[in-house]
């Protein structure tokens, strides 16, 4: 069975992979994007998704949806961080929908401001 996967239900082909698999591929590339600060376990109930040792924040798989919780950098306009959110979850999460929960908003000022502000102070 040489290229072909494994579902949660033990079906072989090309359907979505297991839900850690989905949940840690869409985690690692969300927390790639420059507009997120992080991932969020945000409200109840929690997003957080089940994995072997510590459980992962921030994206949950389900069989209709994957859900992902973000906490968002500081000046990018919401609905924009939340669009690019599910472009790059969309690809990774098969025929789930993705919804997209932004829990907070981190006040991260960037090392060249501060040394901006350094310089001329």
Same mark, same amino acid.
């Given at each position: 069975? &040489?290229?072909? &996967? $494994?579902?949660?239900?033990?079906?072989?082909? @090309?359907? %979505? *992979?297991?839900?850690?698999?989905?949940?840690?591929?869409? %985690?690692?590339?969300?927390?790639?994007? *420059?507009?997120?600060?992080?991932?969020?376990?945000?409200? !109840?109930?929690?997003?957080?998704g089940l994995q072997v040792g510590v459980p992962m924040s921030?994206?949950?798989?389900?069989?209709?949806?994957?859900? +992902?919780g973000v906490v968002a950098r500081f000046g990018r306009p919401?609905?924009?961080?939340?669009?690019?959110?599910? @472009?790059? %979850?969309?690809? !990774?999460?098969?025929?789930?929908?993705?919804?997209? $929960? +932004?829990?907070? +908003?981190?006040? +991260?000022?960037?090392?060249?401001? &501060?040394?901006?502000?350094?310089?001329?102070?």
């Amino acid at each position: 069975m &040489t290229g072909s &996967t $494994l579902d949660q239900a033990g079906r072989t082909g @090309a359907e %979505a *992979p297991p839900s850690v698999e989905v949940a840690e591929r869409v %985690a690692a590339a969300v927390s790639a994007l *420059p507009g997120v600060a992080g991932l969020a376990t945000g409200c !109840l109930p929690p997003v957080a998704g089940l994995q072997v040792g510590v459980p992962m924040s921030g994206v949950s798989v389900w069989d209709d949806a994957v859900e +992902i919780g973000v906490v968002a950098r500081f000046g990018r306009p919401l609905e924009e961080l939340a669009d690019d959110v599910r @472009a790059v %979850a969309r690809p !990774l999460a098969g025929d789930r929908r993705v919804d997209v $929960l +932004i829990a907070d +908003i981190a006040d +991260i000022v960037e090392d060249d401001e &501060t040394d901006a502000d350094d310089a001329t102070g």
